[in-house]
């Protein structure tokens, strides 16, 4: 008669340690759902209706899996500001394929900038901003978001406007250049014609030549 082989067994530190692995795996995949949904919700609904039961449900995990990846819900909404901007950027990169190269380099940065901004992904983030006005926690969990945003953000600035970029006066008349443009997206919302933006486009468009004139020469 054959003699029978012994069956060998995984030792368990083995096993603990492909459980692990496993378990670890499956963080690292829950955490860009949750916040997929969230980022989703954000411009499909807005801020008010971007809970934390709706992200839960949309991104189909467990309240525990949610509440370890974003203890609070500021930690969740700023959590967004990543991927806002970065769907943001690729907006501009699709806004610069449609503009050409024919135009005004100054003119064709502002175009693209107000372009994107129209975007839900762009009015999204600055719903954020606006609700955090009279919510602490939010706004300084936003205020963390936005400052390591920053680098991507000042990196396509000085891609939208090369012939400015390593001026001294740069950041000042592209931040100017922003806040026109914020106001403009935010204004669009509930009025606004294309052809009266298109005049204060025009306006600020003039504004930009003044102030670089100006630092020119002094």
């Not at 029978?4 to 378990?23: D, F, Y």
């Not at 950027?89 to 175009?111: I, Q």
């Amino acid at each position: 008669m054959e003699a029978i082989k012994p069956i060998r067994m995984r030792s368990s530190g083995v096993v603990s340690s492909q459980l692990a692995n496993a378990l670890a795996a499956s963080e690292v995949a829950i955490k860009p759902r949750i916040l997929n949904a969230a980022v989703e919700l954000l411009i499909e609904q807005g801020t008010a209706r971007t809970t934390t039961l709706a992200v839960q449900r949309r991104a189909g995990v467990s309240r525990g899996a949610l509440l370890h990846h974003f203890p609070t819900h500021a930690e969740l909404l700023s959590s967004t500001v990543q991927e806002l901007v970065r769907r943001n950027e690729a907006a501009v990169h699709e806004a610069l394929a449609k503009v050409g190269v024919a135009e005004d380099p100054f003119e064709r940065a502002v175009k693209v900038l107000a372009t994107t901004m129209a975007k839900p992904a762009y009015l999204a983030e600055l719903e954020l901003w606006a609700i955090s006005r009279t919510d602490i926690e939010l706004r300084t969990a936003l205020q963390a978001a936005e400052r390591s945003a920053r680098r991507e953000s000042d990196r396509v600035m000085r891609m939208l406007f090369p012939a400015i970029a390593e001026r001294p006066d740069a950041a000042q008349v592209m931040g100017s250049t922003l806040a026109f443009l914020r106001g403009q997206a935010v204004t669009g919302i509930i009025s606004g014609s294309p052809s009266q933006r298109q005049k204060q486009m025009t306006i600020w468009l003039r504004a930009i030549r003044i102030m670089l004139d100006d630092t020119s020469t002094t």
